[in-house]
């Protein structure tokens, strides 16, 4: 997954891509009616069994490798989706979020920080005047696996919390509320749904809070109406429709690792070096793709994440 951001963004665009795919970002951008907001995340993103892996690729050069745009449907971005709140198979969040009702929509902010209080999600998005923007912007026809996100830093958001010093994690809780998520009244995971970040994997420019893509609010089965998006990580880390950010001292248990220690750890990180123990991880395949293509270390981030995790034994801390 390539994140391709606005020229006001901290990391320049030219020291991801090189210059002219920078220009044709650009233009895809204009083209998408996405220039000018606070943050465009460009991911491209494939999937596997149970977790979708985010890929790094997107016709241009990262880590070595050539890569090539491909060209997803809409369709497949929103109706081919994991969000167990709204079912199992990856038809079902698509049919069964059609009423989920995501306005008004607080969010929680607790534990260590110095602004803890119940923010409604508007005030997230004024700054970015992302509602006003993305109502006039018409839904564009993206590329394959490229997804053009909409959101805001989550390097932002948790400066605007003011963390403690103490606080060492970050963990986003989606809503409960079996009456809406049908899935809840079954007890495949354990609810609600918990995802946690380490606070310096937080505040990684890389890292943001979604509320839109393709130039819309974001589809309820994509997560409305805000999720998170971590480019390095299985998107198995990314927690859709979050009530509540909670700062802490102490690693939070997340839902998959809750669920199945054994295969999903707290890190998520993309590593083709470590398999899952049931499918090796060192290749992919992207939805419409038959041939399958290598996994790239951190997703192909390895330059802007990889020393967040120096000395770590990434075989232990998967
Ligand atoms: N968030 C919640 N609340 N419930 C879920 O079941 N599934 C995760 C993640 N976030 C999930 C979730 C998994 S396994 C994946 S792969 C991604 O969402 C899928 O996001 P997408 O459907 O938008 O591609």
């Not at 839904?139 to 003011?162: N, R, T, Y």
Request: charged letters at 25%; hydrophobic letters at 35%; aromatic letters at 12%.
């Amino acid at each position: 997954m390539l994140i391709r951001r606005t020229p006001d963004h901290p990391i320049r665009s030219s020291e991801i891509t090189s210059e002219s795919d920078y220009e044709n970002r650009r233009q895809f951008l204009k083209e998408a009616g996405l220039l000018g907001l606070g943050l465009a995340g460009v991911a491209a993103a494939s999937r596997s069994a149970g977790a979708a892996a985010v890929t790094a690729q997107q016709g241009t050069s990262i880590g070595g490798a050539e890569l090539k745009p491909e060209l997803t449907p809409w369709e497949d971005v929103t109706t081919y989706n994991n969000f167990y709140e709204f079912g199992t198979s990856k038809e079902d969040p698509a049919e069964n979020a059609k009423n989920f009702k995501t306005k008004p929509w607080t969010v929680k902010v607790e534990g260590l920080v110095a602004k803890p209080a119940t923010y409604n999600v508007d005030d997230f998005l004024k700054p970015y005047k992302m509602e006003e923007r993305i109502a006039r912007h018409r839904c564009v026809e993206a590329w394959s696996m490229v997804i053009p996100w909409l959101g805001f830093p989550m390097a932002d958001f948790v400066k605007q919390m003011q963390p403690l010093g103490s606080a060492k994690y970050v963990e986003f809780t989606t809503l409960l509320d079996p009456k809406q998520m049908p899935g809840q009244r079954s007890p495949v995971l354990q609810w609600p749904y918990v995802e946690a970040l380490r606070l310096d994997e937080a505040m990684n420019p890389l890292a943001f809070l979604a509320v839109g893509v393709y130039g819309k609010m974001l589809p309820n089965q994509n997560g409305a109406p805000l999720r998170h998006v971590v480019p390095w990580k299985y998107g198995f880390k990314g927690c859709k429709s979050i009530v509540k950010i909670r700062f802490t001292d102490t690693m939070p248990r997340t839902a998959w690792n809750v669920s199945n220690p054994g295969e999903y750890g707290f890190f998520g990180n993309v590593n083709p070096e470590v398999d899952h123990p049931r499918w090796s991880q060192a290749k992919e395949r992207r939805i419409g793709e038959f041939r399958k293509r290598d996994s790239l270390m951190f997703n192909g981030y390895a330059q802007q994440v990889a020393s967040m995790y120096s000395g770590m034994d990434l075989r232990k801390l998967y």
